[in-house]
């Protein structure tokens, strides 16, 4: 498969008041043509200004970047601007014109691009229409949810049939139903488009339901990558762990955690996800387990299990041969409450 983006030991450092802070350091890492690609982690942890050198809004200080294989980090005038209507892009805050109307702002793009005006129009209406937004087009911003002004952007963002789309926290100012919403036209938009999507985000929600593959990042250096699956079932570093783990706890109020003993998140991957693993450890131990949550995720069309068990009450002996015989089907966490508590 070739690849679409390229980023070649790209660092970006800022200098203030005398002190450099690196805020991206020495990044290696390949995005595939069609490629549905996210990158996830904590905050500050340099995934937007990663991701806003693919189109130089953010120049790197040392390294390139290379777009199919030309390496554009040079690139100023005529030529950036020619690479920039290769590259769509959506924001956090949608970045919407209040008194235009939704036609109106999908057509910016279209109008700063130097499209024949009698193509405009109809083209409007086809991208309203592959967001789902053909009722809202005269419509203004202050009229629609969070979800429908995302979707705006999204169309803005398509107008000029970009080959990438970069999507720079595009859901984290929306409601889980919005949130859900922007996820489910992203999915057919890439379905019907041979789109290259690079997707920011710490939602774990977003990560499971888009990406074909993750990077993950922390304190500006890629820590691990691999599929989706792979990273929410397979975590390697402390970052993904971190990161994926606290999405298990939120189903839990504090109070409930804390009045339980001895907790811990396991993960059952594939074939394991449905196993009554639980169940065939009470028998063969003869002891209790208390399930307090759980949940069965789809991720690339394959299972992954969680539940949040208690073990409070087992004598040492017994705990270590009940973690050890669940350890051969599962990942075992530790229920980190400081963490997960909502």
Known sequence: MSESIRFNRVSVAFSNQGKTFTAVDKVTLAVNKGEFFGIIGPSGAGKSTLVRTVNLLQRPTSGNVYIDGQDVTSYKGRELSALRLRIGMIFQHFNL???????????????????????????????LKLTGLSDKADLYPAALSGGQKQRVAIARALANNPEILLCDEATSALDPENTADVIAALRDIKAQYPLTVLFITHQEQVARSLFDRIAVMERGRIVEQGTAYEIFAHPQSKAAQDLIARSHGTE???????????????????????????????????????????????????????????????????????????????????????????
């Open 97 to 127: 014109v209040r008194n235009s109307t939704v036609a109106d702002n999908v057509a910016f793009a279209l109008l700063a691009s130097g499209t024949q005006k009698a193509k405009i129009r109809p083209r409007v209406l086809e991208l």
């Open 252 to 342: 839990i109020p504090k109070e409930v955690a804390a009045s339980l003993q001895d907790l811990l998140v396991i993960t059952f991957r594939e074939e394991h996800a449905y196993d009554a693993l639980i169940a065939e450890t009470s028998r063969k131990f003869g002891t209790d387990l208390s399930i307090i949550a759980g949940r069965i995720d789809y991720i690339q069309g394959k299972p992954l299990g969680t539940l949040v068990v208690s073990l409070g009450g087992l004598d040492p002996k017994k705990r270590v041969q009940v973690l050890a015989f669940i350890a051969e089907r599962a990942w075992i966490q530790p229920y980190k409450k400081e963490e997960f508590d909502v």
